[in-house]
């Protein structure tokens, strides 16, 4: 009996140090890929830099009409925004972890074809978008929304989202 527990114990010792080796080899995989990937941006073959648009929630400044646009209808629906503004006096985006709030020109607004450039020193956000779906006093509208900086980087993301008060 005494021997059986000691041939499961060091089953148990070699199948645990086995296992640690195969995720200790993986993590080496994985190394390896990130640094093939950074030889072949260094051959002149690397992919423009896009800017980090990330998913917020409603500022408290805004309150009333405005629009909102999330990426998908399923963010949409659960309310992870990538761009909101006030109908014409801020706009709000997340980049990069911060919050950016860009001053807007009241009456840009058309209800059919909702197009839209918005400008502040580092960023210019257009929205190309069509109306979808009309409610009472709310418009539904999918498109896409372009972020570009002054350093040249770009982002284009699709958009689903509304308008109304």
């Not at 990426?71 to 972890?97: M, P, R, S, T």
């Not at 840009?108 to 779906?133: C, L």
Request: proline content about 4%.
């Amino acid at each position: 009996m005494k021997k059986l527990l000691l041939l499961t114990g060091f089953a148990l010792l070699f199948s645990c140090s086995k296992d640690e080796k195969i995720a200790q080899n993986t993590g080496k995989i994985s190394d390896s890929t990130v640094v093939v990937q950074d030889s072949a941006a260094s051959n002149g073959t690397e992919m423009p830099a896009q800017i980090n648009i990330e998913t917020f929630g409603f500022p408290p400044e805004v309150s009333g009409c405005s629009c909102y646009f999330s990426k998908n209808k399923e963010d949409f629906q659960d309310e992870k925004f990538v761009y909101i503004d006030d109908y014409g006096n801020n706009a709000y985006l997340k980049i990069d972890g911060k919050t950016i709030k860009i001053p807007m020109k009241e009456g840009d607004f058309d209800p059919e074809n909702f197009n839209k450039i918005i400008k502040n020193d580092e960023f210019s956000i257009t929205i190309n978008g069509k109306k979808i779906k009309e409610f009472e006093e709310v418009m539904m509208f999918e498109g896409t929304m372009t972020v570009e900086n002054k350093k040249g980087e770009k982002t284009v993301t699709p958009i689903y989202g509304e308008c109304g008060c």
